[in-house]
C-alpha cells in the first residue's frame, strides 16, 4: 500500500501561497464584503484588523491559517490595507506568536463556519465516503485523488489538517478501495477457476504462464494468415474455458484497467504481485480476454476487407489505363457518330441508318460499343471483375469471419446478421445459387450485380461480395458488432434510459453544473450568441480586418490574414546568447539532472507499487528511459564495470517500472516543475491548450494504421496528436491510425490528462471542428475554439 505518494515539492505547496495571486483569486478570498468590514473595524489595534483579514483570507483561500508573515505575498497585504484604509506603514510585527491571533481563530471558526477536520459532524466520514466512491468509479490515482480531497475540504469550510494525515487517510480510502475490487473480483470465480489461475504460477503443472502468455498475444501484423493465427488464439480463449462472469456493481472501467495492467505487463513483474493482488489481476484478465480478442479480430477483419477493397480498385484502375488508347479511340468513334445524328442536315430521313454506315462502318460501331461497355463504369461501380479475380482470398477471409468471430446487431443492422447467418449455413459458398439468400442487406451499388429482375440472388459470388461490403459498413458504424466486446462491442451498452435516466439526471446535471430546465440552459446560449453577434456587428465598419463581400451572390466574411512579425534585433541577440550559455551534454547527463532537480524517479514504481530498494536506481532508469524513448537499444548504454549499467539491471528496470501508468505520472511531475518556474507565469496561467497532430509514415504490415494520400501518398500511415499548454509543456498524447478526425480524440486528450494544469480553452485547427464537438466542451464545462485555416 503506498501510504507516502507526494514528492517534497507536493508537500511544500500544501496550504501555502505558490507565487502572486491573480487578480481573479485576490477578488474572490480576499474581498472583504461589509459584514466583514463591519466587524474587523470593532477590533482594536491596525495590526490586529489586518491579522484578523489575513487569517480569514487564508482560511477560505488555501484552506488553513498561516503562521508566519514571510509565507504572505505582498500583493496580498496591499489588497487587504486598502480595503481597511489601513496606512502602508502597518505591519504585522508580534501578531503570529500573540494570544490575540489564537482568539481570532476561534473567532473565524465561530462566526464563519470553519471546522477541523476531525471535529465532530461527520466530515471525516462524508469525505472518506466520497473519496471511495472515486475510487470506486475508476479515479484511484493517488495525487489527483489528494488534489480533489484538498478541493472538497475547501468547499465545506473545512481547514486542511497537516499534509501527511491527509496524505496517509487518501492512501488508506484508496487501499481500501482496491481491496474491495480484488475481494469482488475473486468471489466471482469457482474454487476450479481459481485452482487453474494457481497453477499458472506452478512450473510442473502442465497450465503454466506461458500459457497465458500465448493466449494475452495481439496480432502484429496486416496479413490474412496473422488474422487465422490470431483466431486460433481467440479459439483457444475459449477452449481454455475461464471466462467468469463479472461481478455485479464493480464498474467495467476499473475491471478494464487491472485488466490491461495483465495483458501489458511483464510476466515476472505479475508473477511478482502478492496475493491477493494477484489472482485479482489475472481474474480481471479473463474477464476481458475474450472482448478484447474478439476487438483485436474485428478490427483485423476490417482493414483485411479494407484491403481486399483498395486491391480490387487499385487494379481496375491499372486496367483502364492499360486500355486507355482503345477507350479513347472507342469514344472518338461515337463523338463523330454523334456530331453525325446532331448536325448533320444532309442525312435522309427514310434511310439515315444506311448513310450513317456508309461512313462509319458498323463493324467499327459494335467493336466501339463493346470496348465502353468492357472499360467504361458509373462513379459508383463496383470492381466486380477484379474481385472476382479475388475469389478464393475473399472467400477464405469472409468464411473466417463470419464462423468464428461472435458478432450481434442493432436493429440497422438485422439484415447484415440475418444475411451473414444464412452464409454461415452454406456449405460451398463457390458452388451454391443462394436464390433463397436474404437481399435487405445488399448495398444499393451492388444490386445490379447480384440481383434479377424478380429481386432474387442470380450472381453468388456478387452476392458474397455485396455482404463484405455491407459487414464492413456495419461493422464500422458499430451497427454490427463483437459480442462479447468492448471496443467493436454494442455502442448502446451502458446508456440509461426509463426510470434509470429519469433518476440519474438531477445528479448529472449537478455534476456538470447545469441546469434541469433545457429552456433555461438554450436561453442562456441563446443571450450569449446575441450579445456576441451584436458586439461584433457594432465594430464590423471600423474593423479594418474584417468586411463582408459579395461572393457568387452571396454574402460572405472575409478576415484579413495577419501580417508577419518581424523578428527584433533584441529577440535576435537573446536567442544567440541563450544558444551561447547551453552548455553542451549528452542526453543521458540531461536525464539524470532533470530527476535530480525534479525527482520525478519517484513516479517509477513497481507493478507492486514499491519504490525500488537498490543502489543507483535513478541511474538505471535514466538509462533505460534513453535506450527506450531514443529507440536505440541497451547496447550504447552498457557498461558492465558499473552496476547500475549493466544489462540484467536495465532489463530488469524496463521490465518492472516503465509502464504507461508511470510514464504518465512523471511526466506529471515534470509539468508540475515547470510550472513552478517564475518565467513561465510570463507565458500563460496554463488555462489554455493547443491540440494539432503529426503525420508519420507507417509499414505496410502496421495493423494500426490508415490511408491519406494527402499526406501518406499510396502507402498507410499514423497520427500522433499533441496536447500543448501556454507554458510550452506537453499535457497528452494520443497516436491514431490514419487521420482520424482530430476533433474525435480531443476530449480525450483533455479528459485523460494527468498533469496540475487544467486547460478550460483548447485551441485547435478546423479540421477539428464539428457541431457534436462543440456541444460536448461546452456540456464538460470547456470552451472549443477551433484556429481559421490560413489565417497566418
Known amino acids: 500500500m503506498a501510504i507516502q505518494f507526494l514528492s517534497d515539492?507536493?508537500?511544500?505547496?500544501?496550504?501555502?501561497?505558490?507565487?502572486?495571486?491573480?487578480?481573479?483569486?485576490?477578488?474572490?478570498?480576499?474581498?472583504?464584503?461589509?459584514?466583514?468590514?463591519?466587524?474587523?473595524?470593532?477590533?482594536?489595534?491596525?495590526?490586529?484588523?489586518?491579522?484578523?483579514?489575513?487569517?480569514?483570507?487564508?482560511?477560505?483561500?488555501?484552506?488553513?491559517?498561516?503562521?508566519?508573515?514571510?509565507?504572505?505575498?505582498?500583493?496580498?497585504?496591499?489588497?487587504?490595507?486598502?480595503?481597511?484604509?489601513?496606512?502602508?506603514?502597518?505591519?504585522?510585527?508580534?501578531?503570529f506568536a500573540s494570544r490575540q491571533r489564537e482568539r481570532h481563530l476561534q473567532l473565524i471558526r465561530q462566526r464563519y463556519g470553519f471546522s477541523d477536520f476531525l471535529d465532530e459532524g461527520g466530515t471525516y466520514f462524508r469525505l472518506a465516503r466520497w473519496l471511495y466512491a472515486r475510487c470506486w468509479s475508476g479515479e484511484d490515482r493517488a495525487v489527483p485523488l489528494f488534489e480533489q480531497a484538498v478541493e472538497w475540504l475547501l468547499a465545506r469550510k473545512v481547514l486542511l489538517p497537516g499534509v501527511t494525515v491527509?496524505?496517509?487517510?487518501?492512501?488508506?480510502?484508496?487501499?481500501?478501495?482496491?481491496?474491495?475490487?480484488?475481494?469482488?473480483?475473486?468471489?466471482?470465480?469457482?474454487?476450479?477457476?481459481?485452482?487453474?489461475?494457481?497453477?499458472?504460477?506452478?512450473?510442473?503443472?502442465?497450465?503454466?504462464?506461458?500459457?497465458l502468455e500465448a493466449l494475452r498475444t495481439v496480432p502484429t501484423r496486416r496479413s490474412p494468415t496473422e488474422f487465422v493465427r490470431h483466431l486460433d488464439r481467440l479459439d483457444a480463449i475459449r477452449a481454455f474455458d475461464l471466462r467468469p462472469v463479472a461481478p455485479r456493481g464493480v464498474p467495467p472501467m476499473v475491471i478494464e484497467r487491472l485488466a490491461r495492467v495483465a495483458r501489458q505487463g511483464k510476466p515476472s513483474a505479475i508473477v511478482a504481485l502478492q496475493e491477493p493482488r494477484r489472482t485479482a489481476t489475472i481474474a480481471a484478465l479473463f474477464y476481458t480476454l475474450e472482448a478484447a480478442a474478439q476487438d483485436d479480430a474485428a478490427e483485423l477483419a476490417?482493414?483485411?476487407?479494407?484491403?481486399?477493397?483498395?486491391?480490387?480498385?487499385?487494379?481496375?484502375?491499372?486496367?483502364?489505363?492499360?486500355?486507355?488508347?482503345?477507350?479513347?479511340?472507342?469514344?472518338?468513334?461515337?463523338?463523330?457518330?454523334?456530331?453525325?445524328?446532331?448536325?448533320?442536315?444532309g442525312l435522309p430521313l427514310d434511310r439515315w441508318r444506311e448513310a450513317l454506315f456508309e461512313r462509319i462502318p458498323r463493324e467499327d460501331l459494335d467493336e466501339a460499343v463493346q470496348k465502353i461497355d468492357a472499360m467504361a463504369m458509373p462513379s459508383d461501380a463496383k470492381p466486380y471483375a477484379q474481385l472476382r479475380k479475388r475469389w478464393r482470398r475473399a472467400k477464405r477471409l469472409f468464411f473466417q469471419i463470419a464462423t468464428r468471430v461472435q458478432t450481434a446487431a442493432a436493429p440497422n443492422g438485422e439484415p447484415v446478421r440475418e444475411a451473414v447467418e444464412y452464409l454461415k449455413g452454406v456449405p460451398n459458398w463457390t458452388h451454391a445459387p443462394m436464390r433463397d439468400a436474404p437481399t435487405a442487406a445488399i448495398p444499393k451499388a451492388w444490386r445490379p450485380y447480384v440481383l434479377d429482375e424478380s429481386e432474387r440472388v442470380v450472381d453468388p459470388k456478387?452476392?458474397?461480395?455485396?455482404?463484405?461490403?455491407?459487414?464492413?459498413?456495419?461493422?464500422?458504424?458499430?451497427?454490427?458488432?463483437?459480442?462479447?466486446?468492448?471496443?467493436?462491442?454494442?455502442?448502446?451498452?451502458?446508456?440509461?434510459?426509463?426510470?434509470?435516466?429519469?433518476?440519474?439526471?438531477?445528479?448529472?446535471?449537478?455534476?456538470?453544473?447545469?441546469?434541469?430546465?433545457?429552456?433555461l440552459e438554450i436561453e442562456g446560449l441563446t443571450r450569449l450568441l446575441d450579445t456576441a453577434y451584436r458586439e461584433v456587428n457594432s465594430r464590423i465598419d471600423t474593423n479594418p480586418d474584417l468586411r463582408i463581400e459579395k461572393v457568387d451572390g452571396k454574402s460572405q466574411i472575409i478576415v484579413t490574414p495577419l501580417d508577419k512579425l518581424e523578428e527584433p534585433d533584441s529577440l535576435k541577440a537573446l536567442r544567440a546568447e541563450v544558444a551561447r550559455r547551453m552548455p553542451r551534454v549528452d542526453l543521458p547527463d540531461v536525464v539524470l539532472e532533470i530527476m535530480g532537480r525534479t525527482g520525478f524517479a519517484k513516479a517509477f514504481t513497481h507493478l507492486s507499487e514499491r519504490h525500488a530498494r537498490v543502489e543507483d536506481f535513478a541511474t538505471s532508469l535514466g538509462a533505460a528511459l534513453v535506450a527506450t524513448g531514443c529507440n536505440i537499444g541497451f547496447a550504447p548504454m552498457i557498461q558492465e564495470s558499473i552496476p547500475a549499467l549493466r544489462r540484467e539491471r536495465l532489463s530488469w528496470v524496463r521490465q518492472n517500472f516503465i509502464r504507461a501508468d508511470t510514464l504518465s505520472a512523471g511526466g506529471a511531475?515534470?509539468?508540475?516543475?515547470?510550472?513552478?518556474?517564475?518565467?513561465?507565469?510570463?507565458?500563460?496561467?496554463?488555462?489554455?491548450?493547443s491540440a494539432d497532430g503529426m503525420r508519420f509514415l507507417a509499414p505496410a504490415s502496421a495493423i494500426h494504421a490508415g490511408p491519406n494520400p494527402k499526406y501518406f501518398g499510396q502507402g498507410r500511415g499514423l497520427t500522433w496528436n499533441n496536447?500543448?499548454?501556454?507554458?510550452?509543456?506537453?499535457?497528452?498524447?494520443?497516436?491514431?491510425?490514419?487521420?482520424?478526425?482530430?476533433?474525435?480524440?480531443?476530449?480525450?486528450?483533455?479528459?485523460?490528462?494527468?498533469?496540475?494544469?487544467?486547460?478550460?480553452?483548447?485551441?485547435?485547427?478546423?479540421?477539428?471542428?464539428?457541431?457534436?464537438?462543440?456541444?460536448?466542451?461546452?456540456?464538460?464545462?470547456?470552451?472549443?475554439?477551433?484556429?481559421?485555416?490560413?489565417?497566418?
Open 723 to 792: 496536447l500543448l499548454s501556454n507554458q510550452f509543456s506537453g499535457l497528452n498524447g494520443l497516436v491514431v491510425p490514419g487521420t482520424l478526425r482530430d476533433s474525435l480524440v480531443l476530449l480525450a486528450l483533455l479528459l485523460e490528462q494527468e498533469t496540475e494544469l487544467e486547460p478550460l480553452e483548447i485551441m485547435t485547427d478546423t479540421a477539428s471542428y464539428s457541431d457534436a464537438v462543440f456541444a460536448l466542451f461546452w456540456l464538460l464545462g470547456y470552451q472549443f475554439s477551433p484556429r481559421l485555416a490560413d489565417i497566418g
Open 669 to 689: 511531475i515534470l509539468v508540475a516543475a515547470h510550472n513552478a518556474l517564475p518565467l513561465v507565469a510570463h507565458w500563460g496561467a496554463g488555462d489554455v491548450a
Open 166 to 211: 491527509l496524505e496517509r487517510f487518501v492512501g488508506r480510502v484508496r487501499d481500501r478501495a482496491q481491496r474491495r475490487l480484488w475481494r469482488k473480483l475473486i468471489e466471482g470465480l469457482s474454487t476450479e477457476q481459481r485452482r487453474r489461475i494457481d497453477a499458472m504460477f506452478t512450473e510442473n503443472d502442465p497450465v503454466t504462464f506461458s500459457a
Open 462 to 519: 456478387a452476392y458474397v461480395f455485396s455482404i463484405i461490403d455491407a459487414w464492413r459498413a456495419a461493422i464500422k458504424r458499430r451497427d454490427v458488432f463483437t459480442e462479447p466486446g468492448a471496443r467493436y462491442g454494442d455502442p448502446r451498452r451502458g446508456l440509461l434510459e426509463g426510470a434509470a435516466w429519469t433518476s440519474s439526471l438531477p445528479l448529472i446535471c449537478r455534476t456538470l453544473n447545469r441546469s434541469l430546465d433545457a429552456d
Open 302 to 345: 476490417e482493414a483485411l476487407v479494407v484491403d481486399l477493397n483498395n486491391d480490387a480498385e487499385a487494379s481496375a484502375r491499372d486496367e483502364r489505363s492499360r486500355n486507355q488508347r482503345e477507350l479513347d479511340a472507342a469514344a472518338i468513334l461515337l463523338r463523330e457518330l454523334t456530331r453525325m445524328v446532331l448536325e448533320d442536315d
Open 9 to 95: 515539492e507536493q508537500r511544500g505547496r500544501y496550504g501555502r501561497f505558490t507565487g502572486t495571486p491573480t487578480p481573479d483569486t485576490l477578488a474572490r478570498y480576499f474581498h472583504l464584503d461589509t459584514s466583514d468590514l463591519d466587524f474587523i473595524q470593532g477590533l482594536r489595534g491596525e495590526h490586529n484588523r489586518l491579522g484578523f483579514a489575513l487569517m480569514l483570507g487564508t482560511a477560505r483561500c488555501l484552506g488553513t491559517f498561516l503562521d508566519q508573515e514571510a509565507d504572505i505575498p505582498g500583493r496580498v497585504l496591499h489588497t487587504l490595507s486598502r480595503q481597511l484604509d489601513l496606512p502602508a506603514a502597518v505591519t504585522l510585527g508580534g501578531y
